[in-house]
Each structure stands twice: as structure tokens, then as C-alpha cells.
């Protein structure tokens, strides 16, 4: 992506790599507050294992209780989850140009809290290097980076996507130059289609017991303030997503190198 630091910040110890995963969960958990720029908003458990001589041999982590709900709604003065203005301060001209990102001011999942610098006036860009490296640490390729923030910013143009209802009060995607451009971009970065996408969110599926079984559903019709609200639990669920697969990622690379 062209974009990570001078100079390495975590090795590939493992210490390097438990702080590295640390700081990865900081930058997708954390958010900025009125009273706190660098607010938890998600609790994490740590183990270490100990080695007869004291030593520490092994080091775990999961997170719990997410306040996922950020992802698309935050209160006056607040921010987004720390790594969506890291993403816009800190990545590649190119890639932004790749992924349609200009200002965060343009994006309702960021722009909500009208504040878009941390209070304590540490910067974006540098702890997007940091991100980077500890990425770098944990061994994600560059392939999976870029797929990473890529899905990133596919949720920013989600934001963003509204809906109305054709002449038959069928729900559809709001027909206008912007409205379009934004669902290109989540298609194209999210590796989806138009009509599936619209499908998800215009409609909803309901089984019995016995049509479960049978593997079947009835498709029931939605409102736009139901596609609203189904655009938000999607764009919800690829964060928890993205932040399930660091930990497994982590908790895959731990295993294999323990031996367990």
C-alpha cells in the first residue's frame, strides 16, 4: 500500500507480536470522546502462560463486548472507531484514489460527531504506521492487507448508500449519480454484486422450524427505515468480522509456533 513507517516498531517476538495484536484491537476498539481521545470501548482478557522457570512462554487474547453499534452511529463530539481516520490519514494517495476517499466529512458513518481529530493531538497518520507494522508483525500478507482496508473502506461508502421505493412501493437504491457511485464502490471493494446486495437489504427472510429443516424461507418485502436499518447491522457485522479474524489470526500464528 505504500504506506508503512520508516522504521519497524514490533519484532517478531513473542512479546513484538502480543503488543502488535494489542495495538491492532486499540486502533479497532478504541474511539475518540469528549473526555477521552483514546475511550476502550470493548473489554479484553489476557492469559500468560508461565514456563517452570518463570519465564513467559505463551500469551492469549479475545475481546468481548464490543460497542459495535459505532460503526454507524456516534454522539456529538465523538469519533468512529480509531482506524477508519487512521485509514484516511495515513494510506497511500493511491489507494485512496482507488477506494474513493477524500475527506471523512463526506462519509455519515464518520462524520456524525463532527470531530474528526483526536483531542490529545496524536496523529492519525503515524499510528496508521503503527497499524501497518503490526500487521507486518503478525505475518497478514500484503494481499490481506489490502483486502483488509479495503473492506474498510467499503463500509464507509455503506454509510452512505439510501434508499426509496419504485412506482410498485418496492424498495430500491435511491437512483442518483452520488447514490451509485457509493454502491459501486461497496461492490467493487466488498467483492459483491448490486442485486444481491439490494436482495440483502430489501428484503427479509422468514422460516419455520420445518422450512429451516427443509432449507427453505419465505422472502417478505421491507420498508427503506427496515433496508436502513439492515445496511447498518451488515456494515456492524463485517467490523466484528474483521475484528474476529486479527484474533484468529493471531491465536492461529501463537499455536502454530508454541507447538500446542
Known amino acids: 500500500m505504500g504506506c508503512s513507517s520508516k522504521s519497524i516498531t514490533f519484532d517478531t ?7 502488535a495484536v494489542n495495538v491492532i484491537l486499540e486502533a479497532m476498539g478504541n474511539a475518540c470522546r469528549p473526555t477521552n481521545s483514546n475511550s476502550s470501548r470493548f473489554g479484553r482478557v489476557v492469559e500468560l502462560g508461565y514456563a517452570a522457570d518463570c519465564y513467559i512462554e505463551d500469551m492469549s487474547v479475545e ?7 459505532r460503526v454507524h452511529k456516534q454522539q456529538p463530539q465523538e469519533r468512529n472507531f480509531h482506524i477508519f481516520y487512521e485509514l484516511a490519514a495515513g494510506a ?9 476517499i477524500e475527506s471523512l466529512a463526506d462519509f455519515h458513518y464518520a462524520n456524525q460527531g463532527g470531530v474528526f481529530e483526536r483531542h490529545d493531538k496524536v496523529s492519525d497518520k503515524e499510528m496508521f504506521n503503527e497499524f501497518v507494522d503490526a500487521l507486518n508483525s503478525l505475518q497478514v500478507t500484503q494481499h490481506d492487507q489490502e483486502d483488509f482496508f479495503k473492506c474498510l473502506a467499503g463500509l464507509l461508502h455503506m454509510g452512505n448508500v439510501s434508499f426509496g421505493v419504485d412506482t410498485s412501493g418496492k424498495v430500491v437504491f435511491t437512483d442518483t449519480t452520488q447514490n451509485n457511485h457509493h454502491l459501486d464502490c461497496v461492490c467493487r471493494l466488498l467483492s459483491t454484486n448490486k442485486e444481491d446486495f439490494q436482495k440483502a437489504l430489501s428484503t427479509s427472510a422468514m422460516q419455520s422450524s420445518k422450512m429451516l429443516t427443509e432449507g427453505v424461507a419465505l422472502e417478505m418485502p421491507a420498508n427503506v427505515a427496515a433496508a436502513v436499518t439492515a445496511r447498518n447491522h451488515l456494515a456492524k457485522t463485517v467490523y466484528q468480522l ?4 486479527i484474533l484468529k489470526h493471531y491465536k492461529t500464528l501463537r499455536v502454530s509456533e508454541s507447538g500446542e
Not at 13 to 19: A, I, N, Q, V, Y
Not at 63 to 69: P, R
Not at 92 to 100: A, I, P, R, T, V
Request: aromatic share 14%; proline share 0%; glycine share 4%.
Open 63 to 69: 475481546s468481548y463486548l464490543l460497542e459495535i453499534v
Open 92 to 100: 497511500s494517495d493511491k489507494f485512496k484514489e482507488e477506494c474513493s
Open 242 to 245: 474483521l475484528v474476529n479474524w
Open 13 to 19: 517476538s513473542l512479546e513484538g507480536r502480543f503488543t
